[in-house]
């Protein structure tokens, strides 16, 4: 048994921007998420020599609060500029004066600088939130409990009310409602290790016009990778037609529509990686949701603050301004 001010759930952006934001106001705060590090779909992954940012690809700044926070992570060597135009599915560039900055070492960079300090927990997935005495328990799949006054939910909807529902936790009707209503695009990516240079423009990215691609990325001319390795991301209605598709078929499908590509993968250098909710249909209008008639408890993320990185942010910044 823990006991906490105010629990964390997940360590994904919002999470963690909730989190220092928390503990700088003397909160006594963890931080759990299932998966064995921190991120969410700030995610970079290594297959052999080869480094891949197959979740989020970059981001812009346009808010003075968000701008402050890239400028500290700029000043810390966390993030660097990509590039500054907006690539048009025609393959040109227009310049339109916002940098796309990058982590310098992979996305996942940036949720690292943020956990430092932080009471962090990976590798622990709840089964259930439920309400006890006025406060909040949590229990893991190895039956650990932690016992909160506060909650901040960054999870996906569905998977957060799948943890009230485990927990036995009645949400307001309004609430239940309109969480319900919350759904989310998927997202395949397939990440291919090269056996030479992907023959991609500069800056090492493509936007297609439309199916199968969303997204291609060299991760090599990003400047992340010391050796040429892919990431293709395909669009909304190939992820849900190839879901359930063999890895075999997915890879062959989208490495054949990359339009220009001038190597193959390398032998066993290929993994695919499936995001249920890649981001939301649509986001809600609050930044933050505080729930009716139970103890503190907010919900945040993308399905809030907007399905970006600033929207991310900004939503656990509006979480920890809520309990605060």
């Given at each position: ?103 310098t ?12 300090s ?53 949400l307001d ?43 291609v ?8 990778s ?37 190597s ?34 907010v ?8 399905a ?6 900004a ?7 809520l309990?605060?």
């Amino acid at each position: 048994m823990t006991d906490l001010d105010v629990l964390v759930v997940g360590a994904g952006l919002a999470g963690l921007e909730a989190a220092r934001r928390l503990v700088d106001a003397g909160r006594n705060v963890a931080v759990v998420d299932k998966g064995r590090g921190v991120g969410g779909r700030l995610a970079t992954r290594r297959i052999g020599e080869g480094v891949f940012d197959h979740g989020a690809q970059f981001f812009t700044s346009a808010e003075p609060e968000f701008d402050a926070e890239v400028a500290a992570w700029v000043e810390a060597g966390v993030v660097a500029q990509w590039f500054e135009t907006r690539l048009e599915p025609d393959g040109s560039r227009v310049a339109d004066g916002h940098p796309r900055w990058r982590g310098t070492a992979g996305m996942s960079g940036i949720a690292k600088h943020l956990a430092v300090s932080l009471d962090v927990r990976t590798g622990s997935r709840l089964v259930s939130l439920a309400v006890d005495d006025g406060a909040w328990t949590a229990v893991d799949s190895d039956g650990f409990v932690i016992r909160a006054d506060s909650i901040v939910v960054t999870a996906p909807v569905p998977q957060t009310l799948a943890l009230f529902e485990a927990g036995g936790v009645q949400l307001d009707t309004n609430d239940r409602l309109e969480l319900d209503a919350v759904e989310y695009h998927p997202c395949i990516a397939v990440l291919a290790l090269l056996d030479g240079p992907s023959g991609l423009p500069a800056p090492g990215a493509l936007r297609p016009a439309g199916e199968p691609l969303d997204w291609v990325a060299d991760n090599q001319m990003k400047g992340i990778s010391p050796v040429p390795a892919l990431t293709v991301h395909a669009g909304t209605a190939t992820s849900r037609a190839l879901w359930d598709a063999s890895d075999d078929d997915v890879v062959g499908r989208l490495l054949a529509a990359v339009p220009g590509l001038a190597s193959g993968p390398v032998a066993g250098g290929v993994q695919v990686q499936r995001w249920l909710y890649a981001r939301p249909v649509e986001c809600r209008p609050e930044s933050a949701r505080l729930l009716v008639g139970l103890p503190p408890a907010v919900l945040c993320g993308d399905a809030f603050g907007g399905a970006r990185v600033p929207g991310a942010a900004a939503s656990g910044m509006a979480a920890a301004a809520l309990l605060l």
